[in-house]
């Protein structure tokens, strides 16, 4: 008996649609695999509460440096930058849930969360207070909450072209928060099936070195991705929680760097015109610099500068800035504990 033409090409079809996407999960899931097994974590694992975050400490000395990356950055990351600060200090780099090589956390993340698990990692990883915290782009949002949330713990912040509460009204009200879920339902579902890693989005196969293919390892599988829109989905929840945080201490050292450029914040292969979302991105991306400055005046310590010759990630586009903020900070922070030892007033010394 013969099958009408018609019911052969549907079915033909639907064979397609179920292999294709099946096809894209086990391509997926044995990239994932090889690439656990060729980067191994460099650092120790740390659980948090049924969850492990990745962290990696070097160099020796106080207060100790703790950077927090970028969204698609992550513990390995701003190498040259932590290196020469760990000639001076201890540096500690970790990947917040979802990156990196830490566990995936709860389906809706938000910068309260992200904060408490930073200082769940300090205490379980015995990390000592109080921090200088270097922060860059998304990573701003869980550096202010929790330097509001836990002020004791924070010796000097350093925000490297990070965002900050500041930005979380303007972006709720850009945005439309379902358009926002389906567009990262649409990412996520292109990261199971390995689309991601076959866009490159970042051009990171341009380069043949190790720390090229180890980035694409991090970043292209479906857990970054997942854990960074949820993240940004859920930005009406982080506002609500900064709104019930304690102001910013009025007196904490801060140093806040912009960057020259807006090169960087939109992955290089997507940031096209045609995309409607990106389009209204790139119409925020001016209100950084205001918000940065105006970042800056919420501390009586607190400075704000360009770097030249920076984009969106400095401390990897001009990684001795970001190296020549912290030994500021630093130069302050231990005069004004040799001051306290030997009975002086508590005060930061300025240069």
Request: aromatic content about 6%.
């Amino acid at each position: 008996m013969r099958i009408p033409k018609r019911r052969t090409v549907i079915l033909f079809l639907v064979g397609v649609l179920i292999a294709l996407p099946l096809a894209g999960c086990l391509y997926e899931s044995a990239a994932s695999a090889r690439d656990a097994r060729r980067f191994p974590p460099p650092g120790t694992l740390v659980d948090v509460g049924g969850r492990r975050l990745h962290l990696i400490c070097i160099g020796r000395g106080e207060p100790t440096v703790i950077f927090e990356p970028s969204g698609f950055s992550n513990s390995a990351s701003f190498e040259a930058a932590r290196s020469e600060v760990a000639g001076h200090t201890r540096v500690c780099s970790y990947d917040r849930m979802g990156a990196g090589w830490s566990d995936r956390g709860p389906t809706d993340v938000s910068a309260g969360m992200l904060a408490d698990d930073l200082r769940r990692l300090q205490d379980n990883a015995a990390l000592d207070p109080p921090f200088i915290i270097v922060t860059a782009s998304i990573g701003g949002l869980t550096t202010e909450l929790f330097a509001r949330r836990y002020p004791d713990r924070v010796a000097g912040l350093i925000f490297t072209d990070a965002v900050n509460s500041e930005m979380i009204p303007i972006a709720n009200a850009t945005f439309d928060r379902w358009q926002a879920v389906a567009a990262c339902a649409a990412i996520a579902g292109a990261a199971r099936v390995g689309l991601v890693r076959l866009l490159d989005p970042f051009a990171l196969r341009a380069s043949s070195s190790d720390a090229a293919a180890r980035s694409a390892a991090l970043m292209y599988g479906a857990k970054p991705w997942i854990t960074l829109c949820s993240e940004v989905s859920n930005m009406r929840t982080s506002e609500q929680e900064f709104a019930r945080a304690p102001a910013l201490r009025a007196d904490v050292p801060l140093i806040v760097l912009t960057a020259e450029t807006t090169a960087g914040v939109i992955p290089s292969r997507l940031d096209v015109e045609p995309i409607a979302a990106l389009s209204r991105l790139r119409k925020l991306l001016p209100l950084l610099r205001e918000t940065h400055q105006h970042l800056a005046q919420r501390s009586t310590r607190g400075s704000w500068r360009m770097v030249p010759g920076s984009d969106h990630l400095i401390a990897t586009s001009r990684p001795q800035a970001v190296v020549d903020a912290v030994l500021e900070l630093l130069t302050q922070i231990r005069r004004a504990a040799q001051s306290r030892r030997l009975g002086g007033p508590w005060e930061y010394a300025t240069n």
